[in-house]
């Protein structure tokens, strides 16, 4: 079992930037796959990023490329979210989750334990 809590959430410019973080509980983080996903007003829950046990490999859907980065630090049960150059389109409430078995996936059914998420929003 893991619990997730993210934070880093807010109100920013466009053009800003933001590092949003997840804290696991659970001695077992490693072994978790990671993932960023978000949901807008009114949309379905999309994929953002994901990273691996070690970190070693990273997805990003097309809209985020070169403009978030998703890391992870095992020793602090903590995988991060840096958001920048944010668009107003950008804005929705962002989750992560932690896939048990470790596989990379960009599909949330694939997810095992979600967070209650945090808010970002972006002003144009």
């Known amino acids: 079992q893991v619990q997730l809590v993210e934070s880093g959430g807010g109100l920013v410019q466009a053009g800003g930037s933001l590092r949003l973080s997840c804290a696991a509980s659970?001695?077992?983080?490693?072994?978790?796959?990671m993932g960023w996903f978000r949901q807008a007003p009114g949309k379905e829950r999309e994929f953002v990023a994901a990273?691996?046990?070690?970190?070693?490999?990273?997805l990003y859907t097309d809209s985020v490329k070169g403009r978030f980065t998703i890391s992870r630090d095992n020793a602090k049960n903590t995988v991060y979210l840096q958001l920048n150059s944010l668009r107003a389109e950008d804005t929705a409430v962002y989750y992560c989750a932690a896939e048990r078995s470790g596989v990379v996936y960009i599909t949330a059914p694939q997810y095992d334990y979600w967070g209650q998420g945090t808010q970002v929003t972006v002003s144009s």
């Open positions: 659970g001695r077992t983080f490693s072994n978790y796959a």
């Open positions: 990273i691996s046990r070690t970190g070693s490999r990273t």
